[in-house]
């Protein structure tokens, strides 16, 4: 186990310094096992709570969580960008396998997420607040544990509704190989109580024990502490149709606790000091400019939308390459023309199969595919492009929203255009994290920002959408968050893909993933009772408990 934990570490964890404490401690555990007969005769992969370092559990927790459970991104591929991106009309494919463009299903497609992040990332961080609740040196770390141990849950929870969660992990520590299946209202409601409990004991003057082993906060816990406090936020504005007086509850207590205030407060694993000939670990971005570099366009809803509002954002997602299979970082075909008016979105629910819905029947059809837009390889498709799990955009504009329903004091207009601001804004924060030069990532102008929001200004009568929809936007290459917030809230507006053949929804967007077909074997029992629950059964047109029509 430790051999293969080492090997994880090497593949995974980019900052050096946590590299090079791996192999101090592996060096001084293989040193002390010369010293006499008992330590030659001792199994040296078999580790135990004494000659384990936790910290390295959390960093392979939020590794694995980030989507990055392997060499080539294998459930950020599936779930992330195959289903969810295509659902939520961000992105649009004509490759068969991309089943997220016209609701075709695949099994193992669909359970990508849940077979990865139950296997090693909910054992790990379960082993941490195990190991050390009891150790008072240790408080900080247990509450950023239970902390991220929340978010971790959500992402499960909200992409397959109800789940293992109270014995989830526990199969060495409590014996419990079939867990149960929580309701998601039990879940949520533990979930919030754990945050506001974890969020209040966390202690700034108390010894940072986890250092850079945290990939996102290196142990900062006022940062934690505004982290806790903003997917409180989160998680009370996916209640507002199913428990609106929850809702309005923990969305209250979430402001008052302190959310996140700036992008300086943003969630992000940064890749930079990625080498393209040793490809490691590196989730959305490795798959969009390696491993799978042609098989997706811009969303023709996407890039409409964004020139209908002349978001001077569409040059930093958006580029035109006439060989999208050439990912060369140096070559000039590979980053392509990012000129705006350049830029077309290609339509979804259109393959390359020479029939009626080939790809070149689609209306407007430019000559060639290669015109239309990929995603930009300067920004999300760079090897290096930081990984967000919350960020200050997308509080502000949950915060927007709270203020139109009453439920915060503040000015909505003033919440929605800190939420833009921000989202535009947030392209400074990802050339710092990536180390891109300066002219291949230009920032957006104060006065540029300040324009949009003159020609898009905040209107009390259309407030729900215009939020949502600019949290679509600027959960671009989020696609879990995109696609959750979007049934939750309704918007943006889409138009599904009514006619495809083959497609199992009768033409809706998929409101769920299934579970992993494993379960039906492994976990029989629990597995059919969360099914019995679910109106459908285990289907993609299912819905969870908040997602109320």
């Given at each position: ?242 428990d609106p007086a929850n809702a309005q509850k923990w969305t209250q207590a979430a402001i008052a606790g302190g959310v996140m205030k700036s992008n300086d407060d943003n969630a992000a694993y940064s890749h930079h ?277």
């Open positions: 186990m430790f051999f293969k934990f080492i090997n994880l570490l090497k593949l995974s964890v980019m900052k050096r310094n946590i590299f090079i404490i791996a192999i101090v401690v592996a060096g001084l555990f293989f040193s002390g096992c010369h010293k006499n007969f008992e330590s030659i005769n001792t199994d040296p992969e078999h580790l135990t709570a004494v000659n384990m370092n936790y910290i390295y559990l959390f960093t392979a927790a939020e590794l694995i969580t980030s989507g990055n459970s392997d060499a080539n991104a294998y459930e950020d591929w599936r779930n992330n960008l195959i289903y969810a991106s295509c659902m939520i009309q961000h992105l649009s494919s004509t490759f068969s396998y991309w089943g997220g463009d016209k609701y075709t299903y695949n099994a193992g497609y669909n359970s990508a997420y849940w077979e990865q992040n139950y296997g090693d990332p909910v054992k790990n961080i379960q082993e941490v607040i195990a190991h050390v609740k009891s150790d008072p040196a240790q408080a900080n770390f247990y509450n950023i544990a239970r902390i991220f141990k929340v978010f971790m849950f959500q992402r499960i929870t909200d992409m397959y509704g109800d789940c293992p969660y109270s014995q989830a992990g526990l199969g060495y520590i409590g014996g419990i190989t079939t867990p149960k299946y929580d309701k998601q209202k039990d879940i949520y409601a533990d979930m919030l109580n754990e945050l506001q409990d974890a969020a209040t004991k966390l202690d700034a003057s108390a010894h940072n024990t986890v250092g850079g082993s945290d990939i996102i906060y290196r142990g900062d816990v006022n940062a934690w502490k505004k982290f806790a406090y903003s997917e409180m936020l989160r998680l009370g504005m996916r209640m507002v149709k199913v000091g990625y080498i393209q000939s040793t490809p490691t670990v590196y989730g959305t971005a490795l798959v969009l400019d390696g491993v799978d570099p042609n098989a997706s366009r811009l969303s023709k809803t996407f890039v409409d939308f964004l020139n209908s509002t002349a978001d001077p954002r569409l040059s930093y997602f958006g580029t035109v390459s006439t060989d999208p299979t050439n990912t060369d970082p140096t070559s000039a075909v590979s980053l392509g023309d990012t000129t705006t008016s350049m830029q077309l979105g290609q339509p979804n629910g259109f393959d390359n199969g020479g029939g009626a819905t080939d790809i070149v029947n689609a209306p407007g059809y430019p000559g060639n595919q290669n015109l239309y837009s990929i995603v930009n390889r300067n920004t999300f498709a760079r090897y290096d492009a930081p990984t967000y799990f919350i960020t200050y955009a997308e509080t502000a504009l949950l915060e927007a929203e709270a203020a139109v329903r009453g439920w915060d004091t503040g000015d909505p207009a003033v919440y929605y255009a800190a939420g833009v601001t921000a989202a535009m804004k947030q392209f400074d924060q990802m050339a710092s994290l990536e180390g891109a030069s300066p002219a291949a990532f230009p920032a957006i102008s104060d006065a540029a920002v300040a324009a949009y929001l003159s020609a898009n200004p905040f209107k009390p009568t259309d407030a729900y959408n215009q939020i949502n929809t600019q949290y679509w936007v600027a959960t671009f290459m989020d696609e879990y968050e995109a696609w959750i917030n979007w049934r939750r809230s309704g918007f943006p507006v889409l138009t599904p893909i009514s006619n495809y053949p083959g497609n199992v929804t009768g033409g809706t967007i998929p409101r769920r993933f299934t579970y992993s077909t494993s379960e039906v074997s492994a976990n029989s029992e629990n597995y059919n009772a969360a099914v019995a629950g679910l109106s459908g059964g285990d289907k993609m047109t299912s819905r969870v408990w908040w997602d109320v029509p």
